[in-house]
Every structure is written in C-alpha cells, then in structure tokens.
C-alpha cells in the first residue's frame, strides 16, 4: 500500500479507536499500537506526566525493553523536554543529541538511534507524551511520520480530556525477580531451536502479572525458568538481587520450596487424600507455612476440606491446587493457564480467587493464559512474540475478576 494510504488508514483506525472505546486504556495502547505497525517502528512509549512528583511514568510500551519502571524527571530527556515545552522533537541520531538520556532504554542492550516524541496536549496544559523509536529498516523518519504521531496524540488527548483520565500511578515498586537478556535453546536435529531470544523482564513484589501470546511463542519455558524447573541457556536471573542463573541442586530445591508455588491447567491433586490432606502434604515440605485449614479457607473450600478430588468439580479442584501454591506462603506463585480447562463463571471464580491472594497478601502472581479478556484484571499485562517481550502495558484501573466477560 502506498504511504498516503496507510497513513489515512491508520488515522481511521485511531480515531475509531479512541472515540468509541469504553476502556481508555486499551484504546490508548491499540493506537500506539496503530502507530508502531503503520511506521515499522521497533519500539513506542506513552508516557504521563504525574503532577504530584512533576516526574513521567510510563504507561503503556511496544519493544524488547521493560521499562514499567521507569520514570524521568520533568524536563530532563527528550521525553521531558517534550512534556515540558509542549513542542514536538524529531531526531535521526539519539546519541549526538545532549537532550537525550540514554539510561531510559539503552540500558537493556537497545540503541536508540531515530525518534519522534509528540506532546499530549489538552486544552489547558501537557499530560504526557507519546514516543516512537527506530525503524525496523533503519531509516530515519519523515516529516509525515511526525505529523502522523501528532495526529494521533491530539486525539489522545482530547479523548482523556474528554473521558476524564483520573491517573494514580503510585510509588516505585520493588523487584521481586529480574530477566536479563534471558535466552534458551533446545537441542533439535543436528541444531538447536531457540525458544527464547533475549528476553528482559522485571517482576515487582505484590503485583499481578499477566502473560499473553500465541502457542509456541516460549510463555511457559519463561515461567519454568522463573520458577527453578528449567535451566536458562545465557543471560541473568536475578531473584532479590541473588543471582539464580545457574543454580546448584541444593539451591533448586529450597527455591522450589520456600519461594515458589505453582499452579498448572491441570491440578495433579493426589486421588487418595482428601482436599485438605492434599495441602498439608506440601504444608509439611514448606519452610514458612501458613495453616492448610487457612489456606483452605482463602480459597473458600473449608465446607469441602474432608471431600476426596473426585467429590469435587473442576472449579473445586484447582482451588485447591492454588491452596496448595498458597499454603507455602510463597513470594511468588506461577499459573500456568489455570482457567484453560474450565468454563466461564467457574474460570471467573477461581480468577477471583487468585485475585484476592495478591490483593490481600504478601505475593506476587505471573500467570500465563490465552485469553486477553483476563489482561484487565492484572497490574500488568506482558505479550510475548516469538521469544521475546513484545510489549507490556500497565493497566490504570485492572478490573476485578467477575467485571470480566468472555
Ligand atoms: N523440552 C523441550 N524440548 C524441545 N523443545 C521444547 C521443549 N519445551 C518446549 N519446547 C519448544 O519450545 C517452544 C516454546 O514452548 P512453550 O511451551 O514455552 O510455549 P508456550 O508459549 O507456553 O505455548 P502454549 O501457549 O502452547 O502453551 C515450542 O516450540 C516448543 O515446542
Ligand atoms: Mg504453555
């Protein structure tokens, strides 16, 4: 398609976008997503501007970064410069420019070399700014692109304006564990297939993750390498700043044990004891255990805890393999679609479950599933590609578990 085209094409498709969406959120992040595609970008960024800490935080990002974490000093980078004069900045050389701060992304192994940074200007002030990054043929961008991105970022604004964007971005989370250029390799025929191609991920205390991406695209290869049962092939595993890139046996085994529950589509209960025998069997193996009645009843199973796997539905069952994850009192607990083998209102119920267990203790979740409907109820919502992060997007508001439908 020629470019004039693509470019009405793509301000057709924002501008439907934007204004018909319910959800600001997800219309603001498939217009970056317009963008990025329709100008062969490798990366782009929303950023807002948080009044209170005069600091920009980063919303919603396309690109092999993580940069969730991230926040820039009002006026200070290209971005804040941006946010701060209200003006539009194109560069075609990042590192000959002294407003730009290279820490923002080069850290993790990326060079920024070409960009556009637009402001989100409302009618009365600067919110944010909306950035694109390096093409994926080298090519520098055109004065077109730039008005594209413009084009797109009046929209957005005038949209939140509209819509009322009520942001609470709160304070720096801490890392819980942290992927660096993460890769893994299988051995194939005379070869190696890889599965993961570099992969740089930050997971916080307390927050809930969500994991999308097509089959075969390495979601659950990345969370057994999170969770100690496979080995990574290069790149660095931090778990509270300790490395576990190549743990020993000794070191596997009470990672597994303190630190990690687990949760799969199906729930390897044990067919001889009951509901709470099967959590306190774990209970007995774990360091820091809370009660197997507790968990038991967190997961609102205590009138069925005598029952045996097969007296229980599917719902049932695998609330008390979470009960099971639960019982350990882990930092972190890995689902590995989780809902896949059940219907809707019992996935919704054992999706509210899970939610309360971050919500109302001390763990993180990271759960892999399918279905992009369960990426509004997380913090956050990962999509990987073909080995490797391809965007992660914050949600402002995450919904809760029985808003969900599918
Ligand atoms: N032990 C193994 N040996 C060889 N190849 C493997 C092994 N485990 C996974 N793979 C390959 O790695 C790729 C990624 O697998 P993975 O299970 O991580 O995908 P996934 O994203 O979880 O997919 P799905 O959504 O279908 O569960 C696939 O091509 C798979 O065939
Ligand atoms: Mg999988």
């Not at 498939?30 to 990366?43: C, E, F, G, M, Y």
């Not at 990962?382 to 029985?402: D, F, T, W, Y």
Request: charged letters at 25%; proline letters at 3%.
């Amino acid at each position: 398609m020629e470019k004039d085209k693509r470019f009405v094409k793509a301000t057709y498709e924002i501008m439907e976008q934007l204004l018909n969406v319910e959800d600001l959120d997800e219309a603001l992040s498939q217009s970056l997503q317009t963008i990025v595609r329709t100008l062969d970008s490798k990366a782009g960024v929303i950023w807002y501007l948080d009044r209170n800490s005069d600091r920009l935080h980063s919303v919603f990002h396309i690109g092999p970064s993580d940069i969730s974490n991230t926040s820039i000093e009002n006026g200070i980078g290209i971005e804040g410069v941006v946010t701060k004069t209200g003006k539009s900045i194109m560069i075609s050389d990042a590192e000959t420019d002294p407003r730009f701060e290279p820490t923002v992304f080069d850290d993790q192994g990326f060079k920024t070399r070409s960009m556009i940074c637009v402001p989100l200007n409302n009618s009365k002030e600067t919110i944010g700014c909306i950035e694109i990054i390096n093409k994926n043929n080298g090519a520098l961008y055109e004065k077109e692109e730039l008005e594209l991105c413009e084009h797109m970022a009046n929209l957005a604004a005038f949209t939140i304006d509209e819509k009322g964007l009520d942001v609470d971005l709160g304070e720096d989370k801490k890392v819980l564990c942290s992927l660096k250029d993460i890769t893994k390799e299988y051995p194939s025929g005379d070869g190696f297939l890889k599965v993961l191609k570099g992969i740089n991920l930050d997971v916080y205390e307390h927050e809930f993750v969500v994991v999308l991406g097509e089959s075969g695209c390495g979601k659950s290869t990345m969370m057994n390498i999170i969770g100690g049962m496979d080995y990574l092939t290069s790149g660095t595993l931090l778990i509270e700043g300790k490395d576990y890139s190549h743990p020993d046996d000794a070191q596997l085994t009470a990672f597994r044990r303190e630190y990690v529950g687990f949760i799969f589509q199906s729930y390897n209960l044990m067919p001889n004891l009951t509901a709470l025998e099967n959590v306190r069997f774990i209970a007995e193996i774990a360091k820091d255990p809370i009660t197997p009645e507790d968990a038991i009843a967190k997961v609102g199973l205590s009138e069925r805890a005598d029952n045996y796997p097969s007296q229980l539905s599917g719902g049932q069952q695998q609330r008390v393999s979470i009960a099971r994850a639960l019982v350990k009192n882990p930092k972190l607990i890995l689902a590995d679609e989780p809902t896949a083998a059940l219907d809707l209102n019992t996935s919704k119920e054992v999706l509210g479950v899970i939610q309360e267990i971050v919500r109302n203790n001390d763990t993180t979740v990271m759960m892999v599933t399918h279905n992009p409907e369960i990426g509004k109820m997380a913090d956050r919502v990962v999509r990987v590609s073909n080995g490797r992060i391809a965007s992660i997007k914050r949600n402002i508001h995450p919904l809760a578990a029985e808003e969900l439908s599918w």
